[in-house]
């Protein structure tokens, strides 16, 4: 018989809450703690939630807690030392992207999982957002043949600094798309690559002009994440506008606001091409972390948190199989068949773990920290 998974949250902001939501609403997970390191908020989220066990130490918590899972809901760059704790502690893993903002540091988590001989899976929520799934299944029904070219296109005003400033842009926005882009080509490697930067605006913010590379199953894609001036179009335009208790005001001038974000994601092939538009708000689905903070409209931020929890979902609800069946086995001691498994659970679990995203985010890592490194390249990189 399947027993329930048992869940531990760290971290208790904002994207934490998003993952314990999501949790909640798969019936076969059940979050049974959550520690932060301020233990106010750990009291007040897990109140929230109706959460029973809530500390200020991971060590605490899993010293304290009978959990199969631990859930990584922390900033980047406070992956690394829950991650490996967790693993050390034989634990079931789950982290956002970016993993972290250092390939080593990638590279050691895996190593850890790998030698504890538990899963460590990173979620790759953009890949359940519709307009994206749309197209995958466009793309492998044949509509447009062959896929030779991806171009993803993004532009974001710079209202949205202030829910998205905690990484630089390459490891920020970029990696939700660079995860889409291996996803749509089927690829397993990057294979040479080239960036086009440019000088940081006025408020340190920093444009990826352009980012060309081909991955090595030969399809090529182009890139560009832009941060647009407040007040001004694209084009350059102009456009005057207030904030009066948090809500954007029209613009008495121009009689419209300017769009927050505007994007476009190209899949070229042999026989056509499909086009959307990833303009919707809701597609950033990288984590604004000041949400609460931020000047965006409530409605906004509830339009981004509700495609989040909803995403997040979908992804970790994929998990249940990897992780039921092993609970099966620990269930089932006592019989004769049982014995058997045992005898070739060390071949037949490694059977069972999955660190494909854990291997393509690593990559992921390691191509932006060298596009970072030089951010005006003039001549093509190989990895």
């Keep these: 018989m399947r027993k329930q998974i048992k869940v531990g949250i760290v971290g208790a902001g904002s994207w934490a809450e998003c993952h314990v939501e999501a949790y909640q609403a798969i019936p076969q997970m059940e979050v049974v703690s959550l520690c932060d390191t301020i233990m106010e908020k750990a009291n007040e989220t897990a109140d929230r939630y109706g959460i029973r066990g809530r500390y200020n130490s991971l060590n605490e918590m899993l010293a304290k807690q009978d959990i199969d899972l631990i859930s990584v809901a922390t900033h980047e760059l406070h992956h690394y030392v ?19 903002n250092n390939p080593l540091s990638a590279l050691e988590m895996w190593k850890n999982a790998i030698r504890s001989n538990k899963q460590l899976f990173v979620t790759r929520p953009s890949r359940f957002l519709k307009p994206y799934a749309d197209a995958y299944a466009q793309l492998q029904s044949g509509q447009i043949g062959k896929l030779q070219q991806l171009i993803f296109h993004r532009t974001r005003s710079e209202r949205l600094f202030q829910a998205y400033h905690r990484l630089p842009t390459y490891f920020e926005m970029l990696v939700h798309d660079l995860d889409l882009a291996f996803w749509l080509s089927n690829a397993d490697f990057i294979q040479v690559g080239q960036a086009f930067g440019s000088k940081p605006l006025r408020n340190g913010l920093r444009n990826i002009e352009r980012l060309d ?13 832009l941060w647009t001036p407040d007040g001004e179009t694209e084009q350059g335009e102009v456009q005057h506008k207030e904030i009066q208790d948090g809500e954007i005001q029209h613009d008495n001038t121009h009689g419209e606001i300017q769009s927050l974000t505007t ?26 972390w000041n949400w609460q903070a931020s000047l965006l409209p409530e409605a906004l931020k509830e339009q981004l948190r509700s495609a989040s929890i909803a995403a997040l979902h979908e992804q970790l609800k994929s998990y249940v199989a990897y992780l039921g069946e092993e609970e099966e086995e620990d269930a089932d001691t006592d ?21 494909s995203s854990m291997k393509q985010s690593q990559q992921i890592i390691q191509f932006c920290d060298a ?12 990895f």
């Design 82 to 100: 829950p991650t490996v704790l967790a693993l050390k502690n034989s634990k079931h893993v789950v982290i956002d992207q970016p993993v972290v």
């Design 213 to 225: 590379f081909e991955f090595g199953n030969g399809v090529t894609v182009t890139m560009s994440s």
């Design 263 to 288: 994007g476009t994601l190209e899949l070229i092939g042999e026989k056509g091409t499909i086009s959307i538009d990833t303009g919707d708000i809701a597609l950033l689905i990288g984590d604004p």
């Design 335 to 355: 019989t004769d068949a049982a014995a058997g498994k045992k005898a070739g659970a060390g071949e037949d679990s490694k059977k069972t773990l999955d660190y």
């Design 371 to 382: 596009m970072l490194r030089s951010l005006d390249f003039n001549y093509p990189v190989r």
